[in-house]
């Protein structure tokens, strides 16, 4: 598994950072690598994202680069001084700024997930994140701002964010410890890495399947921010119960700025809106997202895919947890969660739409999530649920780590079922030789 360390300087008031990437790997396919390639999200934004300076150690070479990038595409092939053959280790340094764009709360969510608000500071796809090699290349695709346009292998993650201002705090998962302004984290088995940073985070915890959970909010929010823990705590549960063990070391939920959600590896950022909003009912976003940023720590975490392509496999489960949150704690919101969440809204489009097909991401969340849910119960429904879950848990086992496509998704269904799946790939799907 690739490691990376990644050391950030974080001015908060300047609202920028300076940091270092060193990123370790061996070569573990049977093809020599030419290049090792790289996608920066945050690079669609102008005058954000700058690359510094790249340093290639491969045997005794080591090559240095001073690098330019252009916004736009935030793809970065670095070239190796002689081909890495299968078995040799090599490592990356890069250098690189971000000027931290301003986010509005509308934004769903904002380019690379990152930016500032008059409260916080969220640093989500800033970084150059190794994308994954599959079947002799490796894997790129274009930015574009709809669903969660990224791709990672499993990474070990270690972060330091050092602030100019010992009262910010910083959050992410995996918290490691803090001295005095440098604060530090580890994930391992991570699909990505992100921070949040204020003056301002109030901290609430609790713990449930030996996983310590931290709930993050604003001072305004006490109510939703507490009651974050237990939704966490219940989602974690369940989950585990449901899927498998649960991936990570410790499970965060942190008040974001934007309109949204967003999951990352032992981190959900859920949006401000939910905790503003927030009354004490259940039935409010706020219960819906953290349930599915937390199932997405299995289907997007310990399981991969696509999301640019495939977006379909880790959102249709990740969508459909909400509801089994629902079932197993509050059965009678059930009506009211397909009402809210997916009759409400016109849907249209193939389950397995790719996030091209969508130019804007509200249509394609609200449209295809919809879609998803219903495919996803359809499916419940045809197998029985015991063939259903134990399909989850073997799916999860067999995956755990990896990265899936939707013929492992259907391989591993039909590992549990002989009924005929074809009316329901012929009702919700493009690709209908699953
Ligand atoms: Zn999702």
């Known amino acids: 598994m690739p490691i990376v360390e990644l050391d950030v300087e974080l001015f908060y008031s300047e609202r920028w950072m300076r940091a270092v990437q060193r990123v370790q790997l061996t070569n573990t396919t049977d093809s020599a690598w030419t290049e090792v390639v790289f996608n920066v999200p945050l690079n669609a934004v102008e005058d ?146 992100a921070f949040f940073a204020s003056p301002d985070y109030v901290m609430a915890k609790g713990e449930a399947v030996g996983v310590p959970v931290y709930s993050y909010y604003l001072p305004d929010h006490a109510q939703a921010g507490e009651d974050a823990v237990e939704v966490a705590e219940r989602s974690l549960e369940l989950f585990t119960e449901l899927y498998g063990p649960y991936p990570y070391a410790d499970l965060v939920v942190v008040e974001n700025g934007f309109f949204g959600g967003m999951e990352y590896s032992a981190l959900a950022s859920i949006t401000d809106y939910a905790y503003h909003v927030y009354q004490g009912d259940p039935r409010s976003v706020l219960h819906t997202l953290i349930a599915h940023e937390v199932a997405h720590q299995w289907w997007y975490g310990a399981v991969g895919n696509h999301q640019a392509v495939e977006a379909w496999l880790d959102e249709s489960l990740g969508f459909y947890s909400e509801l089994l949150y629902y079932e197993a704690y509050y059965p009678d919101m059930v009506t009211w969660w397909w009402e809210a969440r997916v009759f409400r809204y016109e849907r249209y489009g193939p389950v397995d739409a790719t996030i091209y097909s969508y130019s804007v991401s509200s249509d394609f969340i609200l449209s295809m ?66």
């Open 369 to 434: 999530y919809g879609q998803a849910a219903l495919f996803v119960d359809t499916l419940r429904e045809t197998m029985g649920d015991e063939a259903f879950f134990a399909f989850l848990q073997d799916y999860y086992r067999t995956h755990y780590g990896g990265i899936v496509t939707g013929r492992d998704f259907f391989e591993a269904v039909r590992r549990h079922t002989s009924e005929d799946l074809n009316p329901l790939l012929e009702a919700y799907f493009a690709e209908t030789a699953y």
């Open 48 to 193: 954000a994202f700058y690359l510094d300076a790249v340093t290639v150690t491969l045997g005794e070479i080591v090559q240095e680069e001073t690098w330019e990038m252009a916004a736009g595409n935030g793809i970065v092939r670095v070239p190796l001084p002689q081909p890495a053959t299968p078995g040799e280790e090599l490592s990356v340094v890069m250098n690189f700024r971000v000027v931290i764009p301003p986010v509005s709360q509308a934004s769903w969510p904002p380019i690379g997930t990152t930016g500032w608000t008059a409260t916080l500071i969220q640093a989500g796809e800033f970084y150059p994140a190794l994308v994954p090699y599959i079947d002799g290349e490796w894997v790129t695709w274009d930015y574009h701002p709809v669903g969660d346009p990224t791709f990672y292998p499993a990474t070990d993650f270690r972060l330091t964010v050092t602030t100019d201002d010992p009262g910010v705090t910083v959050v992410s998962g995996g918290f490691q410890g803090r001295a005095d302004n440098i604060w530090s984290f580890a994930v391992e088995g991570a699909r990505g890495i």
